[in-house]
């Protein structure tokens, strides 16, 4: 997947009490970074990382509707 106009950064992290596949967060400079939880399966991963993509795409950080269905939308 490839998002136009969006700078956004990886990491792989060991997520010791979470059980989450990933988060995300909006840097000051307007830049995301993608955490994966590094105990999830590779298949797992990749799935958490298309969903954290979907957030940017979907323009999540900038929607005032509830989270329940920010999360249902970005799949």
């Not at 700078?7 to 792989?12: E, H």
């Not at 799935?47 to 989270?67: A, M, T, V």
């Amino acid at each position: 997947m490839i998002l136009e106009n969006a700078d956004y950064f990886v990491k792989l992290v060991d997520f010791p009490v979470c059980s989450c596949g990933g988060v995300i967060l909006l840097n000051e400079d307007g830049t995301y970074t993608i955490l994966i939880n590094s105990r999830l399966s590779h298949e797992q991963n990749a799935n958490s990382l298309i969903h954290e993509l979907n957030h940017i795409k979907n323009g999540d950080f900038y929607r005032s509707i509830p989270i329940k269905q920010i999360e249902a939308e970005a799949g």
